[in-house]
C-alpha cells in the first residue's frame, strides 16, 4: 500500500470531488498524518492532488526538492509561514480562524512560542493587529468564537449505520467546557461534546431534552424529540485543540469525551472526530482523558492511547448483557453490539490501559436482574476497571418512545417494563431495587469502594430515599 493510499483510505477524501475540494481543517489534518507516520507532507499532498485532480497540483519535483533542502536552514516562523502557504493571504487580518488556530497548534508541535510566532506573522504580512508586540490568546480566542459562522447547512439523507438519516453540519462555538455536573459525579471537570444530536440515536437518550431550547433545532423545523436526523461540525477538533493550548497548566484536569454526544458514532468517525479530539488533547500536557463511547470504531485509535496510556481512561456504555443484544439493537440502533463493545474492553485490557466500568443505564426488565448484574460486574473485574459507575435511566426525557420501540419490535414483556417506569412511584421503587442489586454484586464480586452509582435524589419518593440511605454504599448523591 503507497503512502497517500493508506491516508486517503483512513481519512475517507473520497467524499470528496477533487484536491480543491477538500476543506483547509482536512487539509491540515493530512498533513499531521503523514508527520504522524513519517511521511514527508508535501510528498503526501503532492500524491493526493495527482490521484484527485486540481488546480493546485505541480506535477514537478523541485517545490518538495526545494522545501528538504531550505527548511534546515530559515527560521522557524519562515518555515511555518511556508509550511502553512501564508502567501495565499493579503494580511494577517485575512487569515481565517480556523488557520489562525492551526498556526498555534504548528508551533506547540516545534517547540516556538506560538504568541511570538504570530507576532511575527503579523510583522511580515501587514494587518491592523501589528501595533500590537504580543497577541492576546484569550482576546483570539473570543474574536475566534465570534467569527465562525453560526449557521446550519443541510447534507442531505445519508445511511448512517442500521438508518437513513438527514444530517446537517452544524458549526458551534464551544470545544472544552467545564462541567460542574460530571466533577460532582467523579466522572470529569470538563467535557468535550461533537454535537447536539448523537447518530447512535438511543431512544432513552436524555441529551435531546437537554438541548430541547437550543436554536439548532428551531432552525432546521423539528424538535428535539423526534428522531431521523443527527448533526455534525467537522471543525471541532480545531476549536478543541486551541482550548486545550490556552487553558492554564494549573486547571488542567480529566476531560471526558463524551457526555452528551459520541465522538466515535457512525458519522463522527466520518470525519475522524473522536481521534482528531483525542490527540488534540492529549499533545498538551496535564491533561487527562476519559473515553466514553458505545462503539467499537475506538479501538481503531488505540495507538493514540498508547503514547499516553497513564493519560487515558477507556470506557464502553454496557447497558446489558449479550443474551440481550437483539433487544438492545433496538433502542440502540446504531450502536455497537454489546459484545462488540466487550471485545475492545478486553483489548484495551489486555494492551496495559486503564480502564473503567459503565453500566448505564441498566433499563427495567432487560438489564436490572441479579443474574445480568452480577455477569457485568464481574466482566468489569475480568477487564479491570478502576471504578464501576452505574445508573438508573434517567428520568428526563424518558417518555414512551422505548416501550413504543420495543412492542412494535415484538418485545412485549419489555415494553411493559419500560412504560411502567414513566411514572415517578414506579420509577423509584424499580431504583431502590436496582441499587440494591447493584450494591450486593459489588461486594460479592468486586468491591463497593469501586461502586459511584449515580443517583438524583429528587426523583425519589421520600420513603424509597429513606430507605437507601441506610445503606448507600457506593452512591452519588446528586
Known sequence: MTKSKSIFEQLNLSNYKSYDSIP????????????????????????????????????????????????????????????????????????????????????????????????????????????????????????????????????????????????????RKVSITKSPAFEEKGLAQYAVNVGLTCSHSCYYCSSRAIHRTHPFFKNIGKTSFIRGYADVDPDTPIRVAKKAMSIKMNDRGIIELSTLSDAWCPLSQQYDIGRRCLEAILQEPKWQVRILTKNKAVANDFDVVKQYRDRVLVGLTLTGTPDKSDILSVIEPNASLITERMEVMKQAHKKGFRTYGMLCPLLPGIADSPKQIDDLVQFCEQVGAEEIFSEAVNARGFGDSVAVALRKAGYTKEADACAKISKKEEWSAYAVELIENVQKSMRKYSSIKKLRFLLYSDKLLPEHKKEIQKDDAGIKWL
Not at 102 to 111: C, F, P, V
Not at 123 to 143: C, F, Y
Open 24 to 171: 483547509p481543517a482536512k487539509k491540515a489534518w493530512i498533513t499531521i498524518k503523514a508527520k504522524q507516520q513519517g511521511k514527508d507532507p508535501n510528498k503526501v499532498h503532492s500524491d493526493i492532488e495527482k490521484k484527485m485532480g486540481g488546480s493546485n497540483y505541480t506535477p514537478t519535483k523541485n517545490k518538495i526538492t526545494k522545501k528538504k533542502t531550505t527548511t534546515k536552514v530559515v527560521k522557524k516562523q519562515q518555515s511555518i509561514f511556508e509550511q502553512l502557504n501564508l502567501s495565499d493571504y493579503n494580511s494577517y487580518d485575512s487569515i481565517p480562524p480556523a488557520k489562525r488556530a492551526w498556526i498555534t497548534i504548528k508551533a506547540k508541535q516545534q517547540g516556538m512560542d506560538p504568541d511570538k510566532v504570530h507576532s511575527e506573522i503579523i510583522k511580515k504580512m501587514g494587518g491592523s493587529k501589528t501595533v500590537k508586540s504580543k497577541i492576546n490568546r484569550a482576546k483570539i480566542d473570543k474574536e475566534v468564537d465570534r467569527k465562525i459562522p453560526v449557521k446550519v447547512k443541510y447534507l442531505g439523507r445519508k445511511r448512517v449505520e442500521n438508518h437513513i438519516l438527514d444530517v446537517y453540519e452544524y458549526a
